[in-house]
């Protein structure tokens, strides 16, 4: 069963989030490059990973992070 969605975000998405949120990169909570959810994915370390939920509220949730040595 999947809890959540990960995918990583494009060059152009990617700045679109930074400049809705008004944030940096730096500025994103962090997930590790070893977190077994990134399994199959072909990040780089910087990268910006979209976690999409289920939520029992909202229908879904969206959560960003950047990944982190």
């Known amino acids: 069963m999947v809890f959540a969605r990960h995918e990583i975000l494009n060059t152009d998405d990617a700045a679109k989030i930074l400049d809705l949120y ?8 962090k997930i590790k490059k070893v977190d077994p959810a990134l399994k199959g994915l072909d990040y780089k370390i ?24």
């Open 22 to 29: 008004k944030v940096e990169r730096s500025d994103l909570p």
């Open 46 to 69: 910087g990268d910006i990973i979209r976690i999409t939920r289920k939520s029992a509220t909202a229908g879904q949730s969206l959560y960003y992070r950047v990944v982190v040595d």
